[in-house]
């Protein structure tokens, strides 16, 4: 029973030095929400397309990330990966924080970009490999729940920042110690990386098998290992290796999956509140501060909700909790545009926002990172996972960008009053409920080996 017991803390301590890159993901890509105004202000940026491009350009350093990762991941191992990944999140810290001009920011910011993608497909994907199935979905969502503590941490800290001064004080510095705050969380990830140990899946794949029974066993204990490893080198020794394997009978619906899975997480507007929450709060009529504080709400209730995920994804299952939130999120958004519409109060859109983000938290915003996690053959699951995921930060690039050419548009204000992007974001997530309900299949308390086997066997 000790040795159960110090096994189970051993997977859950390595698993949350693995999810401080979700943290990092989540620290990153915030810490916008609340310096993209005076940022705005202090280098004159045009509201509707070069707003959008300071807080989008991060992004297109994710979808390079990803593809990096997935190819560098399978072929060096997943904890070097990620200890680039903080190095990297570190360089942009400081860089993001000591820009002359737009365009170093820029630069900065997409090469912390590269920091999240990589961390984005690489944590997950580590966490999953190390845990055992009866944990894997808990422990896999550690991973989202550190991403939205990320969200929630900056979010606090950009409010503290700013009521160090008045409003020329957050223009002329206040933004400039938020991106530098992000220095303290990288070095710790960086240093905390050393002390975990490479992926068995991936020793095992590479020919160390006695360093993989090894971690296994402190995992496990030794029968469990010994059983764990001879069903991972069965696995492996059915795969080809190549990224052509996806698109043999039975595969090409993994990939079709994961690829529909990771755009439409993106194309029901999350990061549209995790980036703007603040402006769109201000735009109702909110107040700097006020706003400030309705975005640590948010960031809370993201929180909550995600601690609630991590103790029923592997209790409920992963479609059930997919098809619930999907459709809560639908109908939060079209009372959201309703809102919008009709120009009511900013309470009103924070109730719907709050109702939105606790369905996301719940269910997609976890769950769909645990199916990428499951669903990918051992040999290849590096690579497979970064075409999902350039997918995924491709949608959230385009969300990004176009949602200040929606929110900006005198056109669709005269005509919707801000509801349009809501409503749009809606329909997307009724259309993504019906595609789990019609096309995902349960993965919940099966072995990554077992998956594997479950798509070869629909040929």
């Known amino acids: 029973m000790k040795d159960n017991k110090n096994s189970i803390l051993y997977v859950v301590l ?9 943290l990092l993901f989540g620290y990153d890509t915030g810490v916008i929400n609340g310096a993209i105004g005076p940022l705005v202000t ?18 297109l350093g994710c ?79 550690v991973n989202q729940f550190a991403i939205v503590t990320g969200f929630l941490v900056v979010y606090f800290v950009n409010y503290f920042i700013a009521q160090q001064g008045n409003e020329a004080w957050n223009v002329q510095y206040g933004w400039r110690w938020m991106f530098g705050s992000e220095s303290l969380p990288a070095l710790l990830l960086l240093a905390l990386l050393f002390f975990v ?33 001879a069903e991972i080198k069965e696995a492996i020794a059915q795969e ?26 993106q194309v029901t507007g999350i990061n549209v509140f995790l980036y703007f929450g603040t402006e769109i709060f201000k735009k109702m009529g909110s107040t700097t501060n006020a706003a400030l504080l309705q975005t640590v709400v948010v960031g809370a209730v993201n929180m909550t909700f995600t601690i609630i995920a991590i103790w029923t994804v592997d209790r409920l299952g992963r479609k059930p909790l997919m098809i619930v939130g999907a459709s809560g999120m639908a109908i939060s958004l079209l009372a959201m545009g ?16 709050l109702g939105y983000i606790a369905c996301f938290a719940l269910s997609v915003g976890p769950v769909t990172w645990v199916i990428l996690s499951e669903i990918f053959p051992n040999r290849i699951r590096g690579r497979a996972m970064a075409v999902a995921t350039v997918f995924l930060w491709s949608a959230n690039y385009v969300v990004t960008q176009t949602f200040t050419m929606m929110d900006e548009s005198q056109w669709l204000i005269e005509k919707f009053h801000h509801g349009f992007p809501f409503w749009l974001y809606g329909v997307l997530s009724v259309v993504l409920a019906v595609f789990v309900w019609r096309c995902v299949p349960e993965t919940k308390e099966k072995t990554l080996e077992e998956i594997e086997t479950m798509w070869l066997l629909r040929k």
Request: aromatic share 8%.
């Open 14 to 22: 390595v698993s949350m030095v693995a999810a401080l890159g979700g």
């Open 42 to 59: 202090h280098f004159d940026l045009d509201p509707q397309l070069e707003k959008g491009w300071a807080a989008a350009s991060a992004l």
């Open 63 to 141: 979808v390079l990330g990803v593809a990096l990762a997935g190819v560098l991941s399978d072929r060096f191992g997943r904890k070097k990966v990620l200890i680039v990944s903080a190095v990297l999140f570190l360089m942009s810290a400081i860089g993001t924080a000591l820009p002359k001009d737009i365009t170093m920011f820029v630069i900065f910011r997409i090469i912390g970009g590269v920091g999240v993608g990589a961390a984005s497909m690489t944590s997950p994907m580590y966490i999953a490999e190390i845990s055992p199935a009866r944990m894997r979905g808990r422990l896999v969502s």
């Open 197 to 229: 140990p490479e992926s068995p899946r991936w020793l095992a794949k590479q020919g160390q098998s006695d360093t993989a029974l090894g971690i296994l066993s402190r995992i496990g204990g030794v029968e469990h290992a010994k059983a764990e490893l």
């Open 240 to 265: 080809s290796g190549s990224i052509g394997q996806l698109f043999k009978p039975g595969m090409k619906i993994v990939l079709v999956i994961g690829v529909t899975l990771a755009i439409l997480q």
């Open 338 to 353: 309703g809102a919008a519409f009709y120009q009511k109060t900013d309470m009103w859109i924070l109730f719907f926002m």
